[in-house]
């Protein structure tokens, strides 16, 4: 079986998976995120251990990333005051392809966070069947409040240091929270000047005029909206008519609430750190991109300017609205226990995972116990990073797919990992646990090439 096991198999896998998980602990000690990540992953997998315990050895080499790269970015604000922020990408995995993986600016990434990110995406990565590898980057630079010219310095300072690291090959970064658009062309020109090549393949989520890909823009959220459809469809329903309540107001929440209201179903809500708006008459999509991606201000102006239908609630969180169908768009861990069982008591049937782990363990344990469907974000929002396969497949042929084709491809990705990670779970006897189908269908992708691929 196993060509690269050495040792004897390992005839009991709880205990073997026990002391691999301490071990990884004591190695990476202080990083809670990445700690929860792969808890989440190694309490999936003892049904493939037990079956091909010669796996372990495999999942040792998993879990410890293949290179990890720390970075100084100093830049200077407009008023001329230096700062110093510290720049992070996590080389995780290139058994399937190159790295690839977003690049977060928030105050809150450390090591720690690029970790957990990078770790999912090596899972969500593979279950997209695109070829990529898993990596993630970014930095503790907070964008809110600072003006283009300084975010373009930063990119810049930022780019300076990690280019080298980079190539269609290597690894290709994308966006994530905090690097839109706006930030992924400083970078791109940046990477363009030092290196002096018209590199398409280096970085995705590029403006459409110049290498990036039609709905690439809207993808996570149109994906996991997709993801939300199948999951219902299993159960005989569709998104018309349905409640939505989404967090968050950033690129994936947006594009979630667009595509769930095209799919017509009532979306209620939105939220940033401040607090969330709802909206009794369905969220109106074009005043929310107007407030949040052109004046990029707060969803409390929307409701300011929305009129009677829409309140806002300071320090609220959406999960207090009772909905059939829960979107968490926002970050790691905004979805506690204490949320689910509001949602739960409200009557949510299906909970979407559009951010990064949004749902903290136990919450994913009530809405298990009670028998709400979870879709797990390394499968619920892998249309983003699918959408970034097609941008570097567009990229290598010199090409330029249409909106309506990338869309499609789009959805026929998303039906497919659904139907995986279904599949997956049954196999295994936990039938609509879409966290064990994910973790398990990702982790024999990866496995299996890793083992091909030797001691490495
Ligand atoms: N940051 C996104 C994610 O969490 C997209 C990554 C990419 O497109 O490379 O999957």
Redesign the pocket.
């Known amino acids: 079986m196993s060509k690269t096991s050495p040792r004897p198999l390992t005839p009991d896998v709880t205990s073997a998976l026990e002391s691999l998980r301490a071990d990884a602990v004591r190695r990476n000690a202080g990083e809670p995120e990445f700690h929860q990540a792969l808890d989440e992953v190694l309490e999936s997998l003892g049904p493939v251990l037990s079956a091909r315990p010669e796996l372990l050895d495999v999942l040792r080499r998993l879990v410890e990333p293949e290179r990890q790269i720390i970075f100084r970015v100093p830049w200077q604000d407009d008023a001329g005051a230096t700062h110093v922020n510290r720049g992070f990408r996590v080389e995780f995995n290139s058994a399937l392809g190159p790295y ?3 690049l977060r600016f928030h105050p809150s990434v450390n090591l720690g966070v690029v970790k957990f ?1 990078g770790f999912e ?1 090596i899972f ?1 990565n593979a279950l997209t069947g695109l070829n990529m590898g898993g990596g993630k980057g970014g930095s503790d630079f907070d964008p809110h409040g600072r003006s283009d010219a300084e975010v373009m310095r930063f990119c810049q300072s930022f780019m300076t240091e990690l280019y080298r690291h980079l190539g269609e090959h290597t690894d ?5 929270i905090g690097v839109g658009g706006r930030e992924i062309g400083y970078l791109f020109g940046q990477y363009r000047r030092i290196t002096n090549r018209w590199e398409a393949g280096v970085l ?2 590029k403006g459409t005029g110049w290498g990036g890909s039609p709905v690439r823009v809207e993808a ?1 959220g149109y994906g996991n909206v997709l993801f939300a459809a199948e999951m219902l469809a299993q159960r005989g329903e569709d998104l018309e008519g349905q409640q939505v309540v989404v967090s968050g107001s950033g690129n994936v929440a947006l594009y979630s609430m667009e595509k769930a209201q095209a799919l017509g179903a009532h979306v209620l809500t939105a939220s940033d750190s401040s607090g969330y708006v709802v909206d009794e008459k369905g969220i109106d999509l074009d005043l929310l991109k107007q407030v949040k991606e052109v004046e990029r201000g707060r969803v409390a102006d929307y409701a300011e300017r929305r009129g009677a239908s829409a309140r806002f609630v300071p320090g609220g969180r959406v999960w207090d609205v009772p909905a059939d169908l829960a979107l968490p768009s926002a970050t790691q861990n905004e979805l506690d226990a204490e949320a689910a069982l509001a949602l739960i008591r409200g009557g949510v049937k299906a909970v979407s995972e559009g951010a ?1 782990m949004p749902c903290t363990p136990e919450a994913v344990r009530l809405f298990r116990e009670a028998g709400v469907a979870l879709g797990p974000g390394k499968a619920a ?2 249309g ?2 699918a959408t ?1 396969g097609l941008e570097m497949r567009q990229n290598a042929a010199r090409s330029a797919w249409t909106f309506a084709d990338v869309e499609a491809r789009l959805a026929a990705i998303m039906r497919d990992i659904h139907a995986t990670v279904h599949e997956t779970a049954e196999i295994h006897g936990a039938p609509g646990d879409y966290v064990l189908g994910a973790n398990i269908a990702g982790f024999q992708r990866v496995a299996e090439a890793m083992d091909a691929q030797g001691i490495i």
């Open positions: 690839k993986g977003g990110l995406q969500k290709v970064p994308a966006g994530d995705t989520g996570t990064n929002n892998a983003g990073v970034s």
